[in-house]
C-alpha cells in the first residue's frame, strides 16, 4: 500500500482554476495533491535580442518557491542575490517544453513569459508548472487571437508531465514527497497529447534501473498525463466558453 493508500496507477486529485491572476493575460492555480503552483502568461510586444527582425517570437518561464511552501522557510534567492542550480534547471525545463508545443513563426514578435510561483510543495513541482503553465499560456494566447492581434492560435498540441518512480511498492504515478524522499528511483515525463516525447528526466538512486522497469514507468506516465489533457481541455473550455 502506497502511504497515501492510492493505487499504483492513480494520480492525486487535479484541480485547475483559472482567472486567478487578475491582470495576467492568461493564469492557472494548478493543485495536484498537496502541491499548488500559480502559473501566469504575460505578454509584451518585443523579443530577446538575439531574435530582433527575424519575424519570431518567444517563450520563456520562470520558476520559484515561497519560503514557506516546504516544510520548513526557505530563504528568498532575491535575497541571496541569485538563483539556485535547481531553480534555473527547472524554469529552463518549463520554457523548453512550452516551445516545443508553440509556433513561435506564427507568434511574431511577441514574448511570453510563463511565472510559475510554488504556495505550497509536495512533489511534483515542476510537472504540476509545466501542466499548469499550458493553461495558462493557451488563454493568453486565445486572447490576443479574440483580439485579432493573432490570426490563429499559434499551439501546435498540449504538454503536459507527470513524475513517476521506483519504490519498494514497485513502480508507481505521480510521486508525493513522502514517495519521492525514498524511491530508489525517481523520472519525470514530458509527453505531449499526441504522443512526442519533450523530455524525459530519470534517476536512479540506489542502483540502475533496468529497460523493463523503464517502460512501465512510461506506461504509467502516459496513462497520468492522459488524464491531465483532459482537465486542461475542460478547463480551457469551460473558461473561454463563459
Known amino acids: 500500500m502506497r502511504p497515501s493508500g492510492r493505487a499504483a496507477d492513480a494520480m492525486r486529485p487535479v484541480t485547475i482554476e483559472t482567472g486567478f491572476s487578475h491582470h495576467a493575460e492568461g493564469s492557472a492555480l494548478i493543485r495536484v495533491g498537496g502541491t499548488e503552483v500559480l502559473c501566469t502568461a504575460s505578454v509584451e510586444q518585443r523579443v530577446p535580442p538575439f531574435l530582433r527582425g527575424k519575424g519570431t517570437g518567444w517563450v520563456t518561464a520562470e520558476y520559484g518557491m515561497l519560503p514557506r511552501a516546504t516544510h520548513t522557510r526557505g530563504n528568498r534567492e532575491a535575497a541571496k542575490g541569485k538563483q539556485s542550480g535547481r531553480t534555473q534547471e527547472i524554469q529552463r525545463l518549463i520554457g523548453r517544453s512550452l516551445r516545443a508545443v508553440t509556433d513561435l513563426k506564427a507568434l511574431g514578435e511577441m514574448s511570453i513569459t510563463l511565472d510559475c ?53 514497485g513502480a508507481v504515478l505521480d510521486l508525493d514527497y513522502v514517495e519521492d524522499s525514498s524511491a530508489v528511483a525517481d523520472t519525470n515525463f514530458v509527453l505531449t497529447a499526441a504522443g512526442g516525447i519533450v523530455e524525459i528526466q530519470g534517476t536512479a538512486e540506489e542502483k540502475p534501473f533496468s529497460e523493463e522497469e523503464f517502460f512501465k514507468l512510461l506506461a504509467l506516465a502516459k496513462k497520468g498525463t492522459q488524464e491531465l489533457f483532459a482537465a486542461q481541455d475542460a478547463v480551457v473550455r469551460a473558461t473561454e466558453g463563459a
Not at 145 to 158: C, D, E, F, K, Y
Request: glycine share 12%; net charge positive; hydrophobic share 45%.
Open 117 to 169: 510561483d510554488v504556495l505550497n510543495a509536495d512533489g511534483g513541482t515542476r510537472c504540476a508548472s509545466i501542466t499548469g503553465a499550458w493553461v495558462a499560456l493557451r488563454l493568453a494566447l486565445g486572447k490576443l487571437h479574440a483580439q485579432r492581434v493573432l490570426s490563429s492560435i499559434p499551439l501546435t498540441g498540449q504538454v503536459a508531465a507527470v513524475s513517476c518512480g521506483l519504490t519498494t511498492e
